[in-house]
């Protein structure tokens, strides 16, 4: 077992099921857990070889993962800077959210409709604003996780105006899906933070044109079916799988229907996060680079069936969605992977380790 098959949990450093570079087709990181109590073991997360330390600012629905309280996140920040690794946020204010959670439940108010107006966007954009606060205070660098409305990445925009070192990115299911479609499809389409209106999704286009967007994920979240069913909104699990599909969607919705240059789509999939989470060799086309490619046929179409996913537990709000791109191949470090629908290859997979910035020199700020 690798060394790096590990996973922080409540402070303490655990190995986990199985070693990661054994079973796996493509190369990985891994973050770092920050959460209270644990401050004190991030240099050793750091020695291991993690790309940074997420933090949940609001319930992660895990109790392996409490949130970081205000302290633990200005803190952590603080020793973050000095490591020279990345603090990952994800951004919605506990308090706001857990709170109108409770007053719905008591009321018996648990539909789906229900869960989406206990997470509203003031939630996302208080956090994400205090974030970049203890960011701009600490010298950190700051990146927010799946932000959900345009309104939070431009606050983001904003302070990186200001000097500050600060990313964003967006997911795929909250540039194609609404809340209309949670609504209609339930437990699929449950996330946090959650689906929005179409207006939050244009928003997140223009800012994903423009630029201020850096990079679009997945947040791929699975879940057993068992945790996905039941008419209680507040208890069944939050979570899309979408990593599949990711480089689908921004080829059909993005590319095809929008005209999202296929270079943006590259550097939103790719080399965008290679270069702000230092991955030397990944994400451009150059000499000794590594040899990943992923190749397309952009005009075929596709609709996505159940068995065609290698999820284990095959739900994903993409299936019956037509699609137009087709990742036909896939290549890592030179190595085919996948061909034409099918894993053609063993493992090969490695834990990759970040170039780390140069550690803060303390009380000194740094600038993107």
Known sequence: ?????????????????????ASSLVDFGLWGGLVPGNVGRLDELAERGVVGFKAFMSNSGIDDFEAADDLTLYEGMERAAELGLP???????????????????????????????????VAELEAIGRAILFAAETGCSLHVVHVSTGRGVALVTAARARGVDVTCETCAHYLVLTEEYAEDFGAVAKCAPPLRPRSDLEELWEHTFSGNVEFVTS??????????????????????????????????EGHHKRGLPLEQVAALTSGNLADRFGFSGKGRLRVEADADLALVDLDSSFTLRAEDLYYRHKMSPYVDRTLRGNVVRTIVRGKTVFRDGEVVSEPVGRLLKPHRQEARVPGARRRP
Request: aromatic share 6%; proline share 6%.
């Open 219 to 252: 947040d791929h979240s699975p879940a057993p079916p068992e945790m996905k069913v039941g008419d209680d909104f507040f208890k069944i699990w939050g979570g899309i799988s979408g990593c599949q599909s990711l480089l689908n969607v921004m080829l059909d």
């Open 1 to 21: 077992m690798s060394d790096y098959d590990l996973i922080l949990r409540g402070g303490t450093l655990v190995t986990a099921d199985g070693p990661s570079e």
């Open 87 to 121: 603090v990952l946020v994800h951004a919605e204010n506990d308090q706001i959210t857990s709170q109108l959670a409770r007053h719905a439940v008591a009321e018996g108010r648990t539909t789906m409709r229900d869960y989406l107006d206990s997470r509203p966007v």
